[in-house]
């Protein structure tokens, strides 16, 4: 919507999305038994991962119907996603919008499993070290070559 100058006009013409999706990034934090310091500068408190925030003031006007906070997060059994969802309370009952985030989950749960099998996904253009292949040159590649 304001990034991109060739889609900018025709986004422009829609509606608000109903659903804010912020992606922090992954963070690394300090290992409460070994005391090891975290990599990042910044990381969400320990108390943040409850996965469900309930919304905010009532007096408040939210712009989205969801606002979905999500930070990969390392542990000591590797990375973990979190989530924070945020919504008017008036509008949803907080049953219903942990079925949304449980039925969210397990969408990527889905998308997971289906990247670990075998022959999912292949190479993209950003795999390679070679410049200027195009992602329908590669897929030639690898159907000629069998991958």
């Known amino acids: 919507r304001h990034l991109n100058p060739d889609t900018a006009t025709t986004l422009a ?3 608000t999305p109903q659903i804010s999706f912020n992606y922090l990034g992954r963070f690394e934090l300090a290992d409460e038994k070994s005391g090891a ?9 320990p108390e943040a991962d409850s996965g469900v925030s309930g919304g905010s003031d009532r007096d408040m006007r939210l712009r989205y119907a969801f606002l979905l906070t999500s930070a990969a ?20 009952h907080e049953d219903d919008v942990r079925d949304l985030a449980q039925t969210w989950f397990r969408a990527l749960e889905a998308i997971v499993t289906h990247a670990e099998g075998p022959g999912a ?11 200027g292949l195009s992602q329908d040159e590669i897929d030639e590649f690898e159907d000629e070559l069998g991958l």
């Open 13 to 15: 013409t829609l509606p």
């Open 37 to 45: 310091k975290t990599t990042t500068s910044w990381a969400p408190a």
């Open 73 to 92: 997060v390392d542990g000591p059994d590797g990375p973990a996603l979190t989530a924070d969802w945020s919504w008017p309370q008036d509008l949803f």
């Open 121 to 131: 996904g292949g190479h993209t253009p950003s795999d390679l070290s070679l410049g």
